[in-house]
């Protein structure tokens, strides 16, 4: 498994040299609203401020989207991903896609 420290959004991980490109990896997640959750944050926004009910779903869905395409590195024998980035789409109203990609790599350590 690709050790989340060896994930970074840089070009390249201090420390370490890109011994091998693998390739692009991807994460992929969908998700829906749920009409509980809509009504939740519904009421959230009267108050204002932070609407926890969305955040919270937001982070769950990106940490997943991260694992997947984590896991998918590792499936490929990397032990790093460079240029790690997120995307979102409105597939339609209520759904979105959410999108974790990056370069998959093998690392190799540099002499300090």
């Known amino acids: 498994m690709v ?4 994930v970074t959004t840089s070009f390249e991980l201090p420390g370490f040299r890109v011994k091998r ?24 926004t ?20 991260f694992d997947i395409m984590v896991q998918h590195a590792s499936d490929l024998g990397a032990d790093g991903v ?7 789409t409105e597939i339609m109203q209520g759904v979105t896609e959410v999108l974790a990609y990056g370069t998959a790599v093998t690392l190799e350590r540099t002499p300090e």
């Open 3 to 6: 050790p989340h420290e060896n």
């Open 21 to 44: 490109n693998l390739g692009v990896v991807r994460g992929i997640v969908v998700r829906s609203r749920s009409l509980v959750g809509t009504i939740g944050a519904g009421l959230q």
């Open 46 to 65: 009267i108050v204002g401020g932070n609407i926890s009910l969305f955040s919270k779903l937001c982070e769950q869905t990106r940490q997943e989207a």
């Open 82 to 88: 460079i240029m790690a980035r997120y995307d979102a």
